[in-house]
């Protein structure tokens, strides 16, 4: 099965390990990302390879989450999920839209 450690999470986020404040935050973004990496394929992870492409692609998620917990801001605004589709999207089902 699919599984993202919360010390992977937190060494890609750039947060300092024995820094805990955050852990339920950061778990709760992991969780986010797998969930929506797997409706994103079209496929659950016990069906389709956990392969570093989705890894990679979950990672990023989880830092924009991360770095972007509010709904609006106030500085410019980009979209940072293009990179991760495109990690994610090779693995899609051709049936879903």
């Not at 300092?16 to 797998?34: C, G, H, K, M, W």
Request: contains cysteine; aromatic residues 8%; hydrophobic residues 40%.
């Amino acid at each position: 099965m699919a599984k993202i450690e919360l010390n992977e999470a937190k060494l890609h986020c750039r947060i300092d390990e024995s820094e805990t404040l955050e852990d339920s935050l950061l778990q709760v973004y992991i969780d986010a990302a797998l969930e929506a990496c797997q409706k994103h394929i079209g496929k659950s992870f016990e069906l389709q390879e956990f392969t570093p492409a989705i890894k990679a692609g979950c990672l990023m998620f989880i830092a924009h989450l991360y770095e972007n917990r509010q709904i609006v801001t106030s500085g410019e605004v980009k979209e940072v999920p293009l990179a991760i589709s495109s990690l994610w999207s090779i693995y899609r089902d051709p049936a879903i839209y």
